[in-house]
């Protein structure tokens, strides 16, 4: 049998005990003490891959204090490449107090929650440690002290500084520095942003890190993790030391996410290999650093459907487990010009932006540029090229993928549905009853130029885009027939009476602006050619009129004609 699939599988433990497919990254390990840092922020997009190395890190140099589990946590590493690599390296194994804090579950929507939250995630590293209180090291005081945060019943002035306070006790208990991993560090920022309790979380969260980053003289080294640098907020004021690693820079590239070569490797080990140019037309297109990457997240669940059906369609995985505000915000606030940059990524064209590594959230709404910068480091834009001008760094960034175009794609109908549905469609109406194409041709018009369009699925989305207009009527019921390909016209629009109206309407989508007016008269002709009309006959309907639209980028052309023309 295969192995399975580490589906939402995020400890490394798990994953090797339980005999789970492992995409080897324990070379993070050398080239973490290869470069020293003291202080290592690494930025990349959510799912690919973070929470996993962490736990990978943690078991590799943590003492436990218990020299049969050091074996067993040894033994996990059994064959991979980090044993391979000498006994500098092999020989930091089990050697230090790891504090290990995840805050990828502050996610409330109040501060007084979030602290909370937080604080359980403290208490639980504090109880997790619970056996250094029997070390005759520490004092009475301090073992006190220990005891309140593990019980959760510290002030919040101690909480902001348990991480420290926790290094310090390791430190007098084991005489060895601590090593500190900090999963999602900029989740809770995210989430209290848009829950509107930003400055409130920053200044908690700042406090936390200040003590346990800065002056903190029993730490050995650091690993936190994030989507986004967030440094103008002063979270890591004043840290000299601190080794930042985004997407830009060349060293770890290849440590988050998987590379091309370990793909085919999986794909052929499930024998699935025939599907390779699927997965990378779908899940390819990152570049870190200068190694293409694919979303680890999105290649295991694809593999996993083709795993049970090797004929299994491609999804969008990704949409359901990262945090997609950043895309909605952008639409839903986008002007003119934004509305064209967005048409043009969809297009599959390249925009050019200025680097800013250290925005912040209220960044993200002051300047166009900003917004970009969120949209590359947290996965949603890749880089397709680099150049340096008078100073600065310059990206030429694009959609990655298939899936993340989807996400664009589903987030503008979604918003392009909210927004028809606060408006009054009655004169499309009338003009349609009157026969009036020419006014069908402005309303419709009008709506194109505000609404965000993409041409690669013209087709549906056009047919989306009137179907969408038309459903708002209380007077009429639309039936779309695009889905069913069953050679019926692409919309009918009919009153819930017999008695009534009742209109069909064959959208076409034309190669270039020349051919609007031909296209329209055409598909008014495959109407009465095809005989769309006698399914509304045979339901009893005998008003029927027929539209033919057609459409090029945000131009159309509406031809009118009666039941009678036939």
Same mark, same amino acid.
Request: proline share 2%.
């Given at each position: 049998?295969?192995?399975?699939?580490?589906?939402?599988?995020?400890?490394?433990?798990?994953?090797?005990?339980?005999?789970?497919?492992?995409?080897?990254?324990?070379?993070?390990?050398?080239?973490?003490?290869?470069?020293?840092?003291?202080?290592?922020?690494?930025?990349?997009?959510?799912?690919?891959?973070?929470?996993?190395?962490l736990s990978? #890190?943690?078991?590799?140099?943590?003492?436990?204090?218990?020299e049969?589990?050091?074996?067993?946590?040894?033994?996990?590493?059994?064959?991979?490449?980090?044993?391979?690599?000498?006994?500098?390296?092999?020989?930091?194994?089990?050697?230090?107090?790891?504090?290990?804090?995840?805050?990828?579950?502050?996610?409330?929507?109040?501060?007084?929650?979030?602290? +909370?939250?937080?604080?359980?995630?403290?208490?639980?590293?504090?109880?997790?440690?619970?056996?250094?209180?029997?070390?005759?090291?520490?004092?009475?005081?301090?073992?006190?002290?220990?005891?309140?945060?593990?019980?959760?019943?510290?002030?919040?002035?101690?909480?902001?500084?348990?991480?420290?306070?926790?290094?310090?006790?390791?430190?007098?208990?084991?005489?060895?520095?601590?090593?500190?991993?900090i999963?999602?560090?900029?989740?809770?920022?995210?989430?209290?942003?848009?829950?509107?309790?930003?400055?409130?979380?920053?200044?908690?969260?700042?406090?936390?890190?200040?003590?346990?980053?800065?002056?903190?003289?029993? #730490?050995?080294?650091?690993?936190?993790?994030?989507?986004?640098?967030?440094?103008?907020?002063?979270?890591?004021?004043?840290?000299?030391?601190?080794?930042?690693?985004?997407?830009?820079?060349?060293?770890?590239?290849?440590?988050?996410?998987?590379?091309?070569?370990?793909?085919?490797?999986? %794909?052929?080990?499930?024998?699935?290999?025939?599907?390779?140019?699927? %997965?990378?037309?779908?899940? @390819?297109? +990152?570049?870190?650093?200068?190694?293409?990457?694919?979303?680890?997240?999105?290649?295991?669940?694809?593999?996993?459907?083709?795993n049970?059906?090797?004929?299994?369609?491609?999804?969008s +995985?990704?949409?359901?487990?990262s945090?997609?505000?950043?895309?909605?915000?952008?639409?839903?606030?986008?002007?003119?010009?934004?509305?064209?940059?967005?048409?043009?990524?969809?297009?599959?064209?390249?925009?050019?932006?200025?680097?800013?590594?250290?925005?912040?959230?209220? @960044?993200?709404?002051?300047?166009?540029?900003?917004?970009?910068?969120?949209?590359?480091?947290?996965?949603?834009?890749?880089?397709?090229?680099?150049?340096?001008?008078?100073s600065?760094?310059?990206?030429?960034?694009?959609?990655?993928?298939?899936?993340?175009?989807?996400?664009?794609?589903?987030?503008?109908?979604?918003?392009?549905?909210?927004?028809?549905?606060?408006?009054?469609?009655?004169?499309?109406?009338?003009?349609?009853?009157?026969?009036?194409?020419?006014?069908?041709?402005?309303?419709?018009?009008?709506?194109?130029?505000?609404v965000?369009?993409?041409?690669?699925?013209?087709?549906?989305?056009?047919?989306?885009?009137?179907?969408?207009?038309?459903?708002?009527?209380?007077?009429?019921r639309?039936?779309?027939?695009?889905?069913?390909?069953?050679?019926?016209? @692409?919309?009918?629009?009919?009153?819930?009476s017999?008695?009534?109206?009742?209109?069909?309407?064959e959208?076409?989508?034309?190669?270039?602006?020349?051919? #609007?007016?031909? @296209?329209?008269?055409?598909?008014?002709?495959?109407?009465?050619?095809?005989?769309?009309?006698?399914?509304?006959?045979?339901?009893?309907?005998?008003?029927?009129?027929?539209?033919?639209?057609?459409?090029?980028?945000?131009?159309?052309?509406?031809?009118?004609?009666?039941?009678?023309?036939?």
């Open positions: 049998m295969n192995k399975p699939l580490p589906i939402g599988v995020e400890n490394f433990e798990d994953i090797i005990k339980t005999g789970y497919y492992f995409v080897d990254k324990t070379l993070l390990i050398k080239e973490l003490l290869d470069l020293q840092g003291k202080v290592n922020l690494f930025i990349r997009p959510r799912r690919f891959g973070k929470t996993l190395n990978m #890190l943690r078991y590799f140099f943590e003492n436990t204090g218990h049969e589990k050091n074996n067993r946590n040894k033994e996990l590493f059994h064959g991979l490449k980090i044993m391979e690599a000498g006994g500098e390296y092999t020989g930091q194994m089990g050697k230090y107090p790891v504090i290990n804090l995840t805050l990828k579950s502050a996610k409330q929507d109040t501060f007084k929650s979030a602290y +909370y939250k937080i604080r359980e995630e403290l208490a639980a590293e504090f109880s997790r440690h619970k056996e250094v209180l029997k070390s005759d090291r520490l004092s009475e005081k301090e073992k006190k002290e220990f005891q309140k945060l593990m019980d959760k019943e510290a002030e919040y002035d101690d909480y902001s500084g348990a991480l420290k306070f926790l290094s310090k006790c390791l430190y007098e208990g084991t005489g060895n520095k601590t090593v500190i991993l999963d999602e560090y900029d989740v809770p920022l995210e989430n209290s942003y848009f829950e509107g309790f930003y400055e409130k979380n920053v200044k908690f969260i700042r406090s936390l890190f200040e003590s346990a980053l800065k002056t903190n003289e029993y #730490l050995q080294f650091a690993v936190i993790t994030g989507c986004l640098r967030i440094s103008k907020e002063s979270i890591f004021t004043g840290l000299n030391h601190l080794n930042i690693v985004s997407v830009l820079d060349r060293q770890y590239s290849e440590h988050f996410g998987f590379t091309e070569p370990e793909v085919l490797d999986m %794909m052929k080990y499930y024998r699935v290999e025939s599907r390779f140019r699927t %997965m990378k037309e779908w899940y @390819d297109g +990152y570049t870190f650093g200068d190694i293409e990457v694919y979303n680890p997240w999105s290649v295991i669940n694809y593999l996993d459907d083709l049970a059906n090797i004929h299994a369609f491609p999804r +995985y990704w949409i359901n487990t945090s997609n505000e950043i895309i909605k915000d952008l639409i839903v606030r986008a002007d003119g010009k934004t509305k064209e940059q967005i048409e043009e990524l969809l297009d599959g064209k390249t925009l050019d932006i200025q680097v800013h590594e250290e925005v912040t959230y209220d @960044d993200m709404r002051s300047k166009g540029e900003n917004l970009w910068n969120f949209l590359y480091f947290t996965g949603y834009l890749t880089k397709a090229g680099e150049y340096f001008r008078e600065s760094i310059y990206l030429r960034v694009r959609i990655p993928n298939v899936e993340v175009k989807t996400i664009y794609q589903n987030t503008i109908l979604q918003w392009f549905r909210t927004e028809v549905e606060k408006q009054d469609f009655q004169d499309l109406y009338r003009a349609m009853e009157e026969g009036n194409a020419e006014r069908m041709e402005e309303i419709l018009s009008e709506q194109l130029f505000s965000i369009s993409f041409y690669d699925s013209a087709e549906n989305f056009y047919h989306g885009f009137l179907a969408g207009i038309l459903s708002q009527s209380s007077q009429y639309v039936k779309s027939n695009r889905e069913s390909g069953n050679g019926r016209s @692409d919309i009918m629009v009919k009153s819930p017999l008695r009534g109206r009742s209109f069909i309407l959208v076409k989508v034309s190669d270039n602006i020349d051919e #609007l007016e031909t @296209d329209a008269e055409g598909a008014l002709r495959q109407i009465y050619d095809k005989k769309y009309m006698e399914e509304l006959r045979t339901e009893g309907y005998r008003k029927i009129d027929c539209y033919g639209i057609s459409f090029y980028r945000k131009d159309c052309e509406v031809r009118f004609g009666k039941k009678t023309d036939m």
